[in-house]
């Protein structure tokens, strides 16, 4: 029946999200700071891409996404109550920033227009900013991370979080999730991905993406500071030029292929 099928396009739909999410997850242990803090963390932006796409009945697949990395893959110190809560907290303000950016924005999740893509910046921002407060504000009341640290650790899961979204969203939005949901409904899919043409731009560009890299890994940054927000800046000067669809694949390709390279 057709209630059927829809069931089981919507089980491998999260079975993709949940094998790309552990993918996503373990790799972004490797650079954790402090316990459960890393300086890249693209799984939250692979969820908030689905979030958008699937709406809120995708929360909870989330919730016990997130519940499970605490778990079994950053095994943080904490009572299994706090980690529920955590988890619930997790979903629940992605929740409300992809409702809004829908409902009350009406914005395009294909990111066609700079103000599209503003708002997904901006709700990135606020929400990596709140989990961020809220997150560290437990581990120090737990004794897992000590009050002097705490303002440098939050700044560090913000800019980690930040990161995320930005790499992995918008490529999975603008190229990958459009499918994906005319899947879900039944529907063939439609053109693969396209790119922008090249010019006399990229090589300057490319040699940019050069720069950035020398500073974010090879330079001896203090307390252990991890700069890899630095990679982005040349795709954002190559998006101006180009457009935020050729630089989406770019930039997810540059981060995962630098942070795979450096450890």
């Known amino acids: 029946?057709?209630?059927?099928?829809?069931?089981?396009?919507?089980?491998?739909?999260?079975?993709?999200?949940?094998?790309?999410?552990?993918?996503?997850?373990?790799?972004?242990?490797?650079?954790?700071?402090?316990?459960?803090?890393?300086?890249?963390?693209?799984?939250?932006?692979l969820s908030f891409a689905f979030l958008l796409t699937f709406g809120l009945g995708f929360l909870p697949v989330i919730a016990i996404t997130s519940l499970v990395s605490s778990i079994f893959v950053y095994r943080l110190p904490l009572p299994f109550s706090e980690l529920v809560g955590w988890a619930i907290i997790i979903s629940i303000v992605y929740g409300i920033a992809a409702w809004f950016l829908r409902r009350r924005t009406r914005m395009d999740i294909r990111l066609h227009t700079t103000r599209d893509l503003l708002w997904l910046i901006t709700s990135a921002s606020v929400v990596s900013m709140i989990l961020a407060i809220i997150s560290i504000s437990a581990s120090v009341a737990n004794g897992v991370i000590l009050q002097a640290e705490g303002f440098w650790a939050t700044f560090q899961w913000w800019v980690g979080e930040m990161i995320g979204i930005l790499v992995i969203a918008p490529v999975l939005l603008i190229h990958v999730m459009p499918n994906l949901k005319r899947f879900a409904d039944g529907e063939a899919p439609r053109r693969p991905?396209?790119?922008?043409?090249?010019?006399?731009?990229?090589?300057?560009?490319?040699?940019?993406?050069?720069?950035?890299?020398?500073?974010?890994?090879?330079?001896?940054?203090?307390?252990?500071?991890?700069?890899?927000?630095?990679?982005?800046?040349?795709?954002?000067?190559?998006?101006?030029?180009?457009?935020?669809?050729?630089?989406?694949?770019?930039?997810?390709?540059?981060?995962?292929?630098?942070?795979?390279a450096v450890q």
């Open 193 to 260: 991905l396209s790119f922008t043409h090249r010019s006399f731009w990229i090589v300057v560009q490319a040699l940019s993406i050069i720069l950035v890299i020398y500073l974010a890994i090879e330079v001896n940054w203090p307390n252990n500071f991890h700069p890899l927000f630095l990679i982005a800046i040349p795709s954002v000067w190559i998006a101006i030029q180009h457009g935020l669809s050729g630089v989406s694949v770019g930039n997810i390709l540059v981060n995962v292929g630098v942070t795979w």
């Open 1 to 45: 029946s057709k209630k059927i099928s829809a069931a089981m396009r919507f089980a491998l739909i999260i079975f993709i999200y949940l094998l790309t999410f552990i993918i996503l997850d373990f790799r972004s242990h490797t650079f954790e700071i402090f316990p459960g803090i890393v300086a890249w963390y693209p799984p939250d932006g």
